[in-house]
T-cell receptor, first 115, second 110 residues
Framework: DGGITQSPKYLFRKEGQNVTLSCEQN?????MYWYRQDPGQGLRLIYY???????QKGDIAEGYSVSREKKESFPLTVTSAQKNPTAFYLC??????????????FGPGTRLTVL | GQNIDQPTEMTATEGAIVQINCTYQ??????LFWYQQHAGEAPTFLSY????GLEEKGRFSSFLSRSKGYSYLLLKELQMKDSASYLC???????????FGGGTRLMVKP
């Protein structure tokens, strides 16, 4: 079945540790995105990538890093520099078409708790 | 910059109709999405409006007025399972990025 997977669903880390969240898609989508969602709030864009080996900062990139070595994969690293990392992290992908809006499809999310 | 406003919470009765409004101010507007998100789950796509007017899809309809920077999501024949957050998101030309509003938490009561 085609879809977007994120693992793990729940993740606990100690303060000061880097942690990498996985995002994989087999939809053959060009574009991938990472969002953060805090309780009772909307989604905020962290990073996005429109093509392999290229990515751009979103609205709240500080303290995060990404890579896009393969079309299917877009891992997000939450570094110790992120001041308040506890949140729900959502990965999305879309069949990017230049200059056109296209539907983004979301993975199930990873809930990160930093102790 | 971008500014998207929607009510924080709404309550409605099972079987009724509810309208969730969204107003936006943004540069490079391309279109407007509505997503449904149940607690603790990922958002799921409901609708996408590019042109002015009403798009109907079963019990859900979405309206857009580009000149007024206004959209609404209309839910008919409400069911208990419609209790969720509804996210309004604006698509911009550059990079196909979405900017989300804060979401409207809808509670459907018997």
């Amino acid at each position: 079945d085609g879809g977007i997977t994120q693992s793990p669903k729940y993740l606990f880390r100690k303060e000061g540790q880097n942690v990498t969240l996985s995002c994989e898609q087999n939809l053959n989508h060009d574009a991938m995105y990472w969002y953060r969602q805090d309780p009772g709030q909307g989604l905020r864009l962290i990073y996005y990538s429109q093509i392999v080996n290229d990515f751009q900062k979103g609205d709240i990139a500080e303290g995060y890093s990404v890579s896009r070595e393969k079309k299917e994969s877009f891992p997000l690293t939450v570094t110790s520099a992120q001041k308040n990392p506890t949140a729900f992290y959502l990965c999305a992908s879309s069949p990017e078409r230049e200059g056109l809006g296209d539907t983004q499809y979301f993975g199930p999310g990873t809930r990160l708790t930093v102790l | 910059g971008q500014n998207i406003d929607q009510p924080t919470e709404m309550t409605a009765t099972e079987g009724a109709i509810v309208q969730i409004n969204c107003t936006y101010q943004t540069s490079g507007f391309n279109g407007l999405f509505w997503y449904q998100q149940h607690a603790g789950e990922a958002p799921t796509f409901l609708s996408y409006n590019v042109l002015d007017g009403l798009e109907e899809k079963g019990r859900f309809s979405s309206f857009l007025s580009r000149s007024k920077g206004y959209s609404y999501l209309l839910l008919k024949e409400l069911q208990m399972k419609d209790s969720a957050s509804y996210l309004c998101a604006v698509s911009r030309w550059a990079g196909n990025m979405l900017t989300f509003g804060g979401g409207t938490r809808l509670m459907v009561k018997p």
